[in-house]
C-alpha cells in the first residue's frame, strides 16, 4: 500500500479479509475491497483511510430550570461506526457528563416506530439522546440532547444567595469518537433567571383595630433561588415594611452528582423589620410555588386624627425579589370600617335646684386611636346651654383628666379609661336653677363620623325627698303622673307648687306659706301649719 504519491511503501498486507482494520505507520485504515486481475497483482489491496466522525453543536439561550435543546450533527457516520457521544454541560450546581454509547449508524432508526431504535440514554440515566434523522447517501446523523439549568449561575439556599446576575454564560463541549477518531465542539448560551410570581388572594374587611389576614403564592420555577419578600401594608398609622427572607425550595447537597432536597419548610418566618409573622403553608417542590398566610392590624380606618369617613381602603404592596434580581409584586385592598361608639349613662338619681346635678357616664370605642366629641343637652329651660368637650384618642387619657366645654363653664372628668376595650369613664356636673323634670342627651361623634345619643333623666326638686318626704317640686312638673294634692292659702291658690305623684307627708320641718290658716292635705283629718 503506497501513500497518495506511489512514492513510499506504507505497509504490505496479503491475505487479509474485506473490512479489516490495518495500522499504517500510526494511522488506522480500513480494507475495503481486494481484488485480482491482469492489471494488478492478487497480492494488492485497496486500503481506505477511516473518516473522523466531524461533530457540530448548537444550543439555544434558556431560563433556569426551563429545559434547553441542544441540537447535533455527526458528519462520516459510517454505517458501521458506531459512536461515544460525551456532553459536557458545564453546570456549576451539577457536574457531570451526559456519556451515550450508539450503536453502528446502519442499526439505528429514526423512523422506527419503537423509540428503542432511536433513542439512548446516558450512562447515569440522567439523559436522552435523540436520533432525530439520518442522511445515509452522505453518512449526516442528526440528533438532540435536552439539558435543564436549574439556576443561573452558582446556587445559595439562603438570602441573597446566588451571585446576584440575571443572566450567566454557559459553554457547552461536545466530543464524538468512533473507537478510533475523534472530534469536538463547542457553543455557548445565556442562561437566564426567571422572574418570581406573586399572586395574592382578596383579603377580607376589618374594623378598625382589627387584623387583616393576608393569603397568596409565590412562584419561582427557579428552585435554587432564595428570595426576599417585603410587604407594604398601606397602613397610614404604621409605615414599618414586613421583610421575610424566604430559602430557596430545593438545595444542592452534592454538585458532583446533582443531588438536590427540599430546603424550604412549611413554618414560621419572623420578619426582620417589624414584629410580623410570615408562615410557610405549603412548598410545591415541582413548581416552586409557596403559599403563605401572613397578618396585620390596622389600627384605626384612615390616618389617625380622623378624616370623618366612615371607613377607609388600605392597599397592601407584595414584592418579592430573587436572589438574582429577578422581581415580582402584587397588590390586594383591604377595607377598613370605622367602629361607632356606644354609651351608657349613670345619672344621680335627683338633686336640688341651685345644687349641682352630676351626669356620669361610659363611652367606649374600640378604636382606641379615636378621639371624640362629646355634647350634652341638658334641656334646662332656664336659660342653660348644651356642654361640648373635644377629648383626645382614648390611649392617650388618664384618670383625673379634665377638659372644659367649649360652649359654656362645665368641666368633664375622666374617671376610668381602659386603653385596651376602649372604656372610657366620665362625669360633668351642672347646675338647674329651677326644679323640674328635665329629658337631655348626650351625644358622642368619633373623629370619623361614628355617631351614638343616649338619653337621661334629671329630676330637680325643690326640696329634695327626706325620710318619707317626697319631695317637692315649686315651678317644674313632676315627671310622671297628675298631681293628687294642692297647697292653698285662705281662698287663693298658691301657683306653683306641686307635689310628686303618689304622695304621703311626713313633715320634719315647718313650711312657711306666708298665709293665714289651716291646711288639709287630703290624706287625712289632720291639719297642720
Not at 233 to 258: E, I, K, M, Q, S
Not at 292 to 320: C, K, L, M, R, W
Request: net charge negative; with cysteine.
Amino acid at each position: 500500500a503506497n501513500d497518495d504519491d506511489g512514492d513510499s511503501v506504507m505497509g504490505n498486507f496479503a491475505g487479509l479479509p474485506e473490512g479489516t482494520v490495518v495500522n499504517l505507520n500510526g494511522d488506522r485504515y480500513h480494507i475495503t475491497y481486494q481484488w485480482g486481475g491482469t492489471a494488478r497483482d492478487g497480492n494488492d489491496v485497496a486500503v481506505v483511510r477511516n473518516r473522523i466522525p466531524e461533530v457540530n453543536i448548537d444550543v439555544p439561550d434558556t431560563t433556569e430550570n426551563t429545559p434547553t435543546t441542544l441540537s447535533g450533527t455527526i458528519t462520516n457516520a459510517d454505517g458501521f461506526d458506531s459512536h461515544i457521544v460525551t456532553i459536557d454541560w458545564n453546570d456549576v450546581n451539577d457536574e457531570r457528563d451526559a456519556i451515550f454509547d450508539l450503536i453502528a449508524t446502519k442499526d439505528i432508526d429514526p423512523n422506527s416506530m419503537d423509540p428503542a431504535d432511536y433513542t439512548f440514554t446516558s450512562r447515569d440515566g440522567a439523559s436522552t439522546l435523540i436520533v432525530t434523522a439520518i442522511d445515509r447517501f452522505n453518512d449526516v446523523l442528526s440528533f438532540t440532547v435536552n439539558h435543564t439549568y436549574l439556576d443561573d449561575g452558582p446556587s445559595n439556599p439562603t438570602f441573597p444567595g446566588s451571585n446576584g446576575n440575571s443572566s450567566d454564560p454557559v459553554t457547552v463541549d461536545i466530543t464524538v469518537t468512533d473507537g478510533e477518531l475523534m472530534d469536538t465542539d463547542d457553543d455557548g448560551l445565556n442562561v437566564d433567571n426567571s422572574d418570581p410570581v406573586v399572586v395574592l388572594n382578596p383579603v377580607a374587611g376589618i374594623n378598625e383595630q382589627g387584623t387583616a389576614t393576608l393569603t397568596g403564592s409565590i412562584t419561582d420555577i427557579g428552585l435554587l433561588d432564595s428570595q426576599q419578600v417585603v410587604i407594604n401594608w398601606g397602613d397610614p398609622n404604621d409605615g414599618a415594611l414586613a421583610t421575610f427572607d424566604l430559602g430557596a425550595v430545593l438545595r444542592v447537597t452534592n454538585v458532583t452528582t446533582g443531588t438536590t432536597v427540599q430546603n424550604l419548610m412549611a413554618g414560621s418566618i419572623n420578619s426582620s423589620t417589624d414584629d410580623s409573622i410570615l408562615v410557610i403553608d405549603s412548598v410545591n417542590t415541582m413548581t416552586g410555588e409557596v403559599t403563605f398566610t401572613v397578618t396585620h392590624q390596622y389600627i384605626d380606618d384612615g390616618a389617625t386624627g380622623g378624616n370623618g369617613t366612615p371607613e377607609d381602603t388600605s392597599t397592601i404592596t407584595v414584592t418579592v425579589t430573587d436572589d438574582d434580581t429577578g422581581v415580582g409584586s402584587d397588590m390586594a385592598t383591604v377595607e377598613v370600617t370605622n367602629i361607632v361608639p356606644t354609651l351608657t349613662l349613670n345619672p344621680d338619681p335627683f338633686a336640688r335646684s341651685t345644687t349641682p346635678f352630676t351626669l356620669q357616664g361610659t363611652y367606649t370605642d374600640l378604636g382606641v386611636e379615636d378621639g371624640h366629641t362629646l355634647v350634652v343637652d341638658w334641656q334646662d329651660v332656664s336659660g342653660g346651654g348644651d356642654s361640648t368637650f373635644v377629648i383626645p384618642p382614648i390611649n392617650s387619657l388618664v384618670v383625673g383628666n379634665t377638659f372644659a366645654s367649649s360652649t359654656d363653664g362645665s368641666v368633664l372628668r375622666i374617671a376610668a379609661v381602659n386603653a385596651v376595650t376602649g372604656e372610657v369613664s366620665f362625669a360633668v356636673d351642672h347646675v338647674y336653677n329651677i326644679d323640674g323634670c328635665f329629658d337631655g342627651s348626650v351625644t358622642v361623634t368619633d373623629d370619623d363620623g361614628g355617631t351614638v345619643t343616649t338619653g337621661f333623666r334629671a329630676v330637680i326638686y325643690f326640696i329634695l325627698p327626706v325620710g318619707g318626704n317626697p319631695g317637692l317640686f315649686l315651678l317644674g312638673e313632676p315627671c310622671d303622673g297628675d298631681l293628687t294634692g294642692s297647697i292653698t292659702g285662705g281662698s287663693e291658690i298658691l301657683e306653683g307648687f306641686r307635689f310628686v305623684t303618689n304622695f304621703g307627708f311626713n313633715f320634719v320641718d315647718d313650711l312657711d306659706f306666708e298665709s293665714d290658716g289651716f291646711h288639709n292635705f287630703g290624706g287625712g283629718d289632720d291639719e297642720s301649719e
